[in-house]
């Protein structure tokens, strides 16, 4: 028979915020001894970047990094 250990998230944190002009959500959280950053597009729920590291600071830096990367080559087009 095997025993299922259920994880629980632990200091979860949600916050907004600005990026190449983009108002983006950051959600962290620990998980298992990790900390796991997730960063989305505030407007269409989407989620652009996922980071991880031993630390809630080295989790962002990696989601946000790739998110920035991502939202830096996204063609903006004017309203008409």
């Known amino acids: 028979m095997q025993s299922e250990t259920a994880l629980r998230a632990e200091e979860y944190r949600r ?3 600005n990026i190449e002009a983009w108002d983006v959500g950051i959600t962290s ?3 298992g001894g990790r ?3 997730e960063v989305e ?3 269409a729920g989407v989620r652009l970047a ?3 590291g ?3 600071e080295e989790a962002e830096a990696e ?3 790739r998110a920035r990367e991502l939202l830096a080559r996204t063609r903006v087009y004017p309203l008409r």
Do not use: F, P, Q, V
Request: net charge positive.
């Open 50 to 52: 996922r980071g991880e």
């Open 35 to 37: 900390y796991r950053c």
């Open 41 to 43: 597009n505030a407007d």
């Open 15 to 17: 916050r907004r915020h």
């Open 63 to 65: 989601a946000l990094k």
């Open 54 to 56: 031993t630390t809630r």
């Open 29 to 31: 959280y620990k998980l």
